[in-house]
């Protein structure tokens, strides 16, 4: 194996049982707090030059888990290591120099852009946060560079982001994350606030910006098609945990915990010869104010057992570089997939 191969090999991005947990109630009357458990143990990695996705339902942690590996929150408790450096406990200052090489897609690129600056002022602000402006007309450069990266003109450099279309403003948005020349992004429901015609676009622009400058990145979104088209891997999410970890094909092919199943069967199949069964989840997921015990799937799993009640199922291996947690061996999940 060649270095480079190595090197693609290499995690830059570890996380060793992460938890984020959020005091809520009185906070003079410190017995009567309670904990939301946004992360509860978290554990996974991301290979240099990789697309992970991460799925799963609306409060499951998503953006919890996009944020603290960022250290824009501090963890509870867990380790994260970043090209081999562990950053949990970093100070602000300690952790300035990194946050050039990490960087944020926002989810909604309406609300994260200023509409009192200008898209070249936009662009250029984390230039002049890290000191790497070198006067005007480099700085003018750099931004113009930033712009064509992303598909826009020179030109927009002077527009006010209310003069720009949502799809342009999203790819101001990635513009303002890459003028740093980052190694690892975190995307968060970067295509959510878009229209349909437009999400495409612009998870077909990360790809190739992926390839084009070695970008490492973490994909977070509820939308299984728009992962399974951009992801290398798929994480799968529920209640603050991770439940299943695979190769994008191989997940879809083959899912091995029952949330994971479920999930799929929702998905559209643009086929029309192909028919799926729906599996309907019952009742609503569990407040991560109080989860349940053991597995924290258990309340609405078809497959339940007893045994599911006393202990939180480890991420463990099922299949070569597929990874679960279930403690049933012996169900048999069905795709539900049939041919008309």
């Keep these: 194996m060649s270095a480079a191969q190595e090197q693609q090999r290499t995690p830059i991005l570890e996380v060793e049982d992460l938890r984020k947990w959020f005091p809520v109630g009185n906070a003079l009357l410190p017995r009567n707090r309670r904990q939301v458990k946004a992360l509860d143990g978290v554990s996974f990695s991301i290979r240099r030059g990789e697309i992970l996705g991460?799925?799963?339902?609306?409060?499951?942690?998503?953006?919890?888990?996009?944020?603290?590996?960022?250290?824009?929150?501090?963890?509870?408790?867990?380790?994260?290591?970043?090209?081999?450096?562990?950053?949990?406990?970093?100070?602000?200052?300690?952790?300035?120099?990194?946050r050039k090489r990490m960087q944020l897609v926002f989810q909604d690129p309406f609300a994260s852009l200023n509409p009192r600056m200008t898209v070249e002022r936009i662009v250029s602000t984390p230039l002049l946060i890290h000191g790497m402006e070198g006067g005007a007309a480099a700085r003018?450069?750099?931004?113009?560079?930033?712009?064509?990266?992303?598909?826009?003109?020179?030109?927009?450099?002077?527009?006010?982001?209310?003069?720009?279309?949502?799809?342009?403003?999203?790819?101001?948005?990635?513009?303002?994350?890459?003028?740093?020349?980052?190694?690892?992004?975190?995307?968060?429901?970067?295509?959510?606030?878009?229209?349909?015609?437009?999400?495409?676009?612009?998870?077909?622009?990360?790809?190739?910006?992926?390839?084009?400058?070695?970008?490492?990145?973490?994909?977070?979104?509820?939308?299984?098609?728009?992962?399974?088209?951009?992801?290398?891997?798929?994480?799968?999410?529920?209640?603050?945990?991770?439940?299943?970890?695979?190769?994008?094909?191989?997940l879809f092919l083959n899912p091995r915990h029952p949330y994971t199943e479920a999930l799929f069967s929702a998905a559209p199949i643009p086929d029309p010869e192909v028919r799926r069964s729906r599996i309907i989840l019952a009742g609503d997921i569990p407040s991560p104010l109080d989860p349940p015990s053991g597995c924290p799937f258990r309340t609405r799993c078809r497959y339940a057992l007893p045994a599911c009640a006393q202990d939180v199922p480890p991420l463990r291996e099922v299949a070569p570089g597929h990874l679960a947690a279930c403690i049933r061996d012996d169900i048999q999940l069905r795709s539900s997939v049939t041919e008309t």
């Design 54 to 98: 991460l799925v799963g339902e609306s409060g499951s942690g998503k953006t919890t888990i996009g944020r603290t590996v960022l250290r824009l929150v501090p963890p509870t408790s867990g380790r994260i290591r970043f090209d081999g450096q562990d950053i949990t406990h970093l100070s602000r200052r300690e952790l300035r120099p990194l």
């Design 140 to 250: 003018r450069a750099k931004v113009e560079e930033a712009l064509r990266l992303v598909g826009l003109l020179p030109h927009h450099a002077a527009r006010y982001p209310h003069e720009l279309s949502g799809g342009q403003r999203q790819r101001v948005g990635i513009a303002r994350a890459l003028i740093t020349r980052p190694e690892f992004l975190v995307a968060d429901e970067p295509v959510s606030a878009l229209d349909v015609s437009i999400q495409a676009q612009v998870v077909n622009l990360l790809v190739e910006l992926k390839e084009l400058l070695g970008l490492t990145i973490l994909f977070i979104a509820h939308d299984l098609a728009v992962v399974g088209h951009i992801s290398d891997r798929i994480a799968v999410m529920y209640l603050g945990r991770l439940v299943e970890i695979a190769e994008t094909r191989e």
